[in-house]
């Protein structure tokens, strides 16, 4: 099959070399011409696992490359992916499709046979039939058929989600366009990936449906930890516990800063205006955000507390900045509401993290970066662990406290045991745990 993917940022980017990667010609075009610079250099424009040797021996082979102009890719495409951001938009909240909406257009221009238009971005459920209908507008004369085909792969673990998947979510009415689908994911049938084929309007609220439960399942364990911290109980217990149930099961239910990232606040914000627009309000969804946004300021007050109950003047190094561990994204982090909380009670803030440092630069104001997690615990009245990239699971913690003001560890992701730490002269401070002092 040949592909044209549009959007190369990290799910363009990963699904156009992992379908390479099946044996599918594929050219992923992105407007960004550094993106494309970088990546024709042989440079990943981010950082995910195995993603550099993914693109460099699909290059190699001659089924994987890279433009900004889409018009000849298209044009000798059996498929047109639609990988382009559908950020929260400024104001309102709702999933801003100006991106998806211009691809289209764009796209529309360049069809020649019958080619299948298949949005991958996550977009509100409605959406399918919007890019159909501006196509045709802008090009009576093609043959095409529009499909939804939502992704549900994890930053840090994109590559293997994207080739081991739990299930390939198709939402199409023209069986012409199911077939093509069918015939890009054969390679998974041998995984016995299941495909289920829907609607187009299924396969869109899926997704949200799929990123609510999922940040539901988190923010319900926090608000658990919480009052396991009032009550003297332990919530790894408590998740491990209910987590043993086959019918509530054990993933997501680790507590923490709240969920960040560049799906979960704005996906959830933006199924909870699809639904009032529908008059049906998700009140479940509405709480989950508003629980989550007002949690991630609150770390902030969790460790001035730590701290003893003022940070004026006091120096805080942070351990991790991206939403999670081994990615470089730091969109909607917890990290950014934490710093923003820590600098407003008058903190001087230091901060390491192995890959998101570059990211977060342009978003943290007056933030002093360490090379390592020794140097930026150098001074530190408190170490805030915030992300648990491994290269902080098993710290020297001698090294750290002969660096340190005062020593003292805020461990918002409960890698640590209490009792190691304390052993160690620490004063230590989880979530969801009790207090050993
Ligand atoms: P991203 O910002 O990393 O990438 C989007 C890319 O699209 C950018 O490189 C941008 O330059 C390019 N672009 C914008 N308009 C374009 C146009 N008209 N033509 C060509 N390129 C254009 O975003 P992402 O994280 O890859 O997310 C893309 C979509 O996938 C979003 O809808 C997101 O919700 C969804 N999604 C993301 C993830 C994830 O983990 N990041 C997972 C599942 C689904």
Not at 190 to 209: C, D, F, H, M, S
Not at 289 to 312: L, T, W
Not at 374 to 389: H, K, M, P, S
Request: proline share 5%; net charge neutral.
């Amino acid at each position: 099959m040949r592909i044209a993917m549009i959007g190369a940022g990290y799910v363009g980017l990963v699904s156009g070399a992992c379908f390479a990667d099946f044996g599918h010609g594929v050219v992923c075009i992105d407007t960004d011409p550094a993106k494309i610079a970088a990546l024709e250099a042989g440079r990943m424009p981010i950082y995910e696992p195995g993603l550099e040797a993914l693109v460099a021996e699909n290059v190699r082979q001659g089924r994987l490359a890279f433009r900004t102009e889409l018009r000849e890719a298209v044009a000798e495409a059996d498929a047109v992916f639609i990988a382009v951001g559908t950020p929260s938009r400024r104001g309102d909240g709702f999933a801003d499709l100006s991106f998806v909406h211009a691809a289209a257009r764009a796209i529309a221009g360049a069809l020649t046979g019958f080619t299948v238009v298949v949005t991958k971005s996550t977009v509100p459920v409605g959406t399918g039939d919007e890019v159909e209908r501006i196509i045709r507008e802008a090009n009576p004369q093609a043959d095409v058929a529009v499909a939804s085909n939502p992704e549900f792969l994890r930053e840090g673990a994109a590559i293997a989600d994207f080739k081991r998947p739990d299930r390939i979510v198709v939402g199409a009415e023209d069986p012409r366009a199911v077939a093509v689908l069918n015939e890009i994911y054969r390679p998974l049938y041998l995984n016995q990936a299941p495909i289920l084929v829907t609607g187009r309007r299924t396969a869109e609220l899926t997704k949200y449906a799929a990123n609510a439960f999922l940040a539901t399942k988190i923010t319900f364990i926090n608000e658990i930890a919480d009052l396991c911290e009032q009550v003297g109980a332990d919530v790894q217990q408590v998740a491990r516990g209910i987590g043993l149930d086959n019918r509530i099961g054990r993933k997501f239910l680790h507590a923490g800063p709240g969920y960040g990232g560049s799906c979960f606040p704005k996906d959830t914000l933006a199924l909870v205006k699809t639904a009032q627009d529908y008059a049906t309000p998700m009140r479940i969804v509405e709480t989950v955000v508003a629980v989550n946004e007002s949690r991630k300021r609150a770390m902030a007050r969790k460790v001035i507390a730590a701290c003893g109950g003022a940070v004026r003047g006091k120096t805080i190094a942070l351990l991790g900045l991206t939403f999670k561990p081994n990615t470089d994204d730091m969109r909607d982090a917890p990290s950014l509401a934490i710093v923003a909380g820590l600098q407003d009670a008058g903190a001087r803030v230091q901060a390491y993290d192995p890959e998101g440092m570059e990211q977060a630069r342009p978003l943290l104001g007056d933030v002093a970066y360490a090379s390592d997690p020794y140097a930026c615990a150098e001074g530190a009245d408190a170490l805030v662990l915030v992300t648990e990239w491994d290269a902080f699971r098993a710290l020297d913690f001698t090294r750290l406290r002969e660096r340190m003001a005062q020593p003292v560890l805020v461990d918002l992701r409960n890698v640590y045991r209490p009792q190691d730490i304390q052993a160690r002269g620490f004063r230590y401070v989880s979530v969801g745990r009790p207090d050993l002092e």
